[in-house]
């Protein structure tokens, strides 16, 4: 099915009139793999994670009660650096690189979507590792309109429970790329491997 929405994306930008090399560059980076590094500098409504994981230090009880609070209310901002490392399905000797204007993402626990958000900033990936400063609102997703709780409820059983959580976590991204025809959105959700140093926090 990723297959066929990539074939379906390359052939929509042949048609608008990209070059072959835009377009190749594009499906490269669409069916990429994508491995999520590192998370540095992570801060939650102010709240400094980065700090709490070198004091080994998790979230109280009442900061739990706030951040979900905040989760509930779409009042919750996460800041952070990601170390997002990209490798080419595909290697050639010209430098390739994919200029994404938006990017939506979703994480997963035990297959229910449990948080989402968009990141309004533009960013330029390479292949290889890419460091990228981000500030995204954190919230819940929806389902006709009306949002979803389970996901988030196995998240914090999960977090309560203070177990490995990286076989039950899955991070999705959704990129708007750009071209010169305009900003096209992927088809699909791409999945990324999860951070280790935040699966490191969620074990304290």
Excluded at 56 to 66: C, K
Excluded at 93 to 117: F, M, P, S, Y
Excluded at 144 to 164: A, C, H, M, V, W
Aim: proline share 4%; glycine share 6%; with cysteine.
């Amino acid at each position: 099915m990723k297959r066929l929405s990539n074939v379906a994306l390359l052939l929509i930008l042949l048609v608008a009139g990209l070059s072959c090399r835009q377009a190749q560059d594009i499906k490269a980076f669409t069916e990429a793999k994508y491995s999520l590094r590192s998370v540095k500098d992570i801060k939650l409504n102010g709240i400094d994670v980065e700090e709490r994981i070198q004091q080994r230090r998790g979230f109280s009880n009442e900061e739990r009660d706030s951040l979900l609070t905040a989760v509930t209310s779409n009042s919750l901002e996460l800041g952070a650096t990601l170390a997002l490392h990209v490798t080419l399905q595909e290697q050639s000797e010209e430098k390739r690189n994919l200029t994404i204007t938006r990017l939506k993402w979703l994480l997963e626990v035990e297959g229910e979507d449990a948080l989402t958000g968009t990141i309004e900033e533009t960013m330029v990936l390479q292949e290889g590792l890419n460091s990228l400063p981000i500030s995204t609102p954190v919230g819940l997703p929806s389902h006709e309109n009306l949002p979803k709780y389970t996901g988030l409820s196995r998240l914090i059983t999960l977090l309560g429970q203070r177990t490995d959580i990286r076989e039950h976590v899955t991070l999705k991204i959704k990129p708007t790329i750009k071209t010169p025809v305009g900003n096209i959105e992927s088809p699909a959700f791409i999945t990324v491997s999860k951070p280790s140093s935040l699966v490191a926090f969620f074990k304290q």
